[in-house]
């Protein structure tokens, strides 16, 4: 067999190599902005930069993600993406992170325009993710309502999407949570390509691509278990759908996948195939109290944070911010808190919350503007958790606490300029701050559990358990009618070994192949690549 590095064909590292070399140098001298999508995601503002040194014509791009709020969602993403990096050589199917880059960026800048255009008297820094580009895609939404797009290509590609989330399951514990057709890129490759994807010495899945492959992008709500030991960065205010970004759930990606890609093939298509493949996914989750046309849990309840709000509103009076931005506030603070949650007590939250708004209001009564002191807000989150572990040590104590009030008012001073509030007592601020980290973390803590009690008790009454066991209920009500032949090429994805070699068959091989029942020809075929 011939081994083949994906990330080199790809392009992948080039790109990574470029940045390397120039991430330490300002990114103007290397980058360009380009333009931005006018269609961009639910949180971020998303365009293209290109290579300044790059040919005119070949330029090399970038995607960026700029978070449209004061949030921590590139920081989030960029973990999810990097560790989804490590499957790249034998799991081609979800989009690759290049790195992180600061950049100034104008606030009052619409969605459409140029971020990095500066036209206020203070801009802001923010973290920029860059990702590769994804030339020549279109989203397999627009493959479902396509009348060009043959069905076997669409359920090929539910195919893959299913054993890909299968291989990020198995080694990186990860759950998407936002799996719709929307968020999978196609991109196209030659008609005879053949996927054998070696899950274990057990599981093989044959898959032929049928000229197109699924990319999977926008991680913003996604868990991988390079989370644990970090920073709760995801927002927690949309459990109440099924969105525990702080947590490992199997069934959450492929029944959202399932049951919004058949609904829209049922919408779109309504023939045989798409009320067989419907059918298939009522059974598989019928036991689940979910919404059948977007795959959410039903909102019975509110989301996590919600309860952390509800039980903070009454002391909210004298802070503007807190008081019509609170979950913008309570996600910033929830960012001290550090995967996984655990139990923590929260019968005196009130105090530390109260403690802590009493400082915070004098600075934010000397700034006025929100969106400002959002961004001062967030400072201050990042410079307590800079010097936490200096302030739980009584010895360097007093240096963190100093510390801690010089480089906030240096946040204070970057949005303007002479501004120094009166009378702060700075380690009271600190203090507090870190105490309502660990009273909302109680709380988060209590209702999520709670809440995956009641998720398992339903799971545990599916008859099928694994994505394996979905993929077989599939493809034994659904196959294709590809033939293997003379130009048919088998990339073997193989998770024993990780990494990608492509399998040559003869003539009669392929004769046997196509003899064999679909669901046994990723065995017959893996039994090939034994020595």
Not at 366 to 375: A, H, S, V
Request: charged share 25%; aromatic share 12%.
């Amino acid at each position: 067999m011939e081994k083949n590095n994906l990330n080199e064909i790809s392009g992948f590292n080039y790109l990574l190599d470029y940045y390397n070399t120039h991430k330490n140098t300002k990114w103007t001298e290397w980058l360009q902005f380009d333009q931005t999508f006018c269609k961009h995601g639910k949180q971020g503002l998303v365009g293209l930069l290109h290579l300044k040194k790059s040919p005119k014509e070949k330029q090399v791009k970038f995607i960026f993600k700029i978070s449209q709020y004061i949030n921590y969602l590139v920081q989030h993403e960029y973990t999810v993406m990097k560790g989804l990096n490590e499957l790249a050589l034998y799991c081609p199917h979800f989009c690759k992170a290049i790195g992180t880059i600061l950049c100034e960026v104008d606030p009052t800048v619409k969605k459409t325009g140029n971020p990095f255009q500066i036209t206020t008297k203070y801009p802001i820094e923010k973290e920029v993710l860059l990702s590769e580009h994804i030339d020549k895609a279109t989203s397999l939404y627009n493959y479902i309502k396509s009348d060009k797009i043959d069905d076997d290509i669409i359920y090929s590609t539910v195919k893959q999407v299913l054993i890909a989330i299968a291989i990020a399951q198995r080694k990186k514990k990860f759950t998407h949570y936002d799996l719709h057709s929307s968020n999978i890129l196609m991109k196209k490759c030659n008609k005879d390509v053949v996927f054998l994807y070696v899950l274990d010495n057990e599981n093989q899945f044959c898959v032929p691509t049928l000229g197109h492959y699924p990319i999977i992008i926008d991680f913003g709500f996604s868990y991988i278990n390079n989370l644990e030991d970090n920073p709760a960065w995801s927002s927690m205010a949309h459990t109440n759908v099924g969105f525990m970004s702080d947590r490992y759930d199997h069934v959450a990606d492929p029944k959202l996948f399932l049951v919004t890609v058949s609904k829209e093939l049922k919408n779109k298509r309504n023939n045989k195939k798409a009320n067989i493949f419907r059918n298939i996914v009522k059974n598989i989750f019928r036991s689940l109290t979910i919404d059948w046309d977007c795959g959410w849990d039903k909102k019975t309840k509110r989301g996590a944070s919600d309860y952390v709000i509800n039980m903070l509103e009454s002391y909210n009076k004298n802070s503007n911010l807190f008081d019509n931005y609170n979950h913008y506030c309570i996600d910033l603070i929830q960012s001290l808190i550090i995967l996984p949650l655990q139990e923590q007590k929260y019968d005196n939250i009130d105090k530390s919350y109260t403690t802590f708004l009493k400082e915070f209001v004098k600075i934010e009564n000397e700034i006025g503007n929100p969106f400002y002191n959002l961004y001062i807000l967030k400072g201050i989150v990042d410079i307590a958790r800079e010097v936490r572990a200096d302030y739980i040590n009584t010895k360097s104590r007093p240096n963190a606490v100093g510390y801690f009030r010089r480089s906030v008012f240096e946040r204070i001073n970057c949005v303007s300029k002479y501004c120094n509030p009166k009378d702060i007592h700075f380690e009271k601020m600190l203090c507090s701050l870190l105490c309502l980290s660990k009273n909302i973390e109680g709380i988060l803590y209590d209702v999520v559990e709670t809440r995956m009690k009641e998720k398992q008790f339903e799971y545990n009454k599916m008859h099928l358990q694994t994505i394996e066991q979905i993929y077989g209920a599939i493809e034994a009500n659904l196959e294709h009618k590809y033939k293997f032949n003379k130009n048919t090429v088998v990339f073997v994805m193989n998770c024993i070994t990780e990494d990608c070699s492509r399998l040559k068959l003869t003539p009669e091989i392929c004769k046997q192949v196509n003899n064999i029942h679909q669901l046994e020809k990723g065995s017959f075929l893996y039994y090939l690549t034994k020595p």
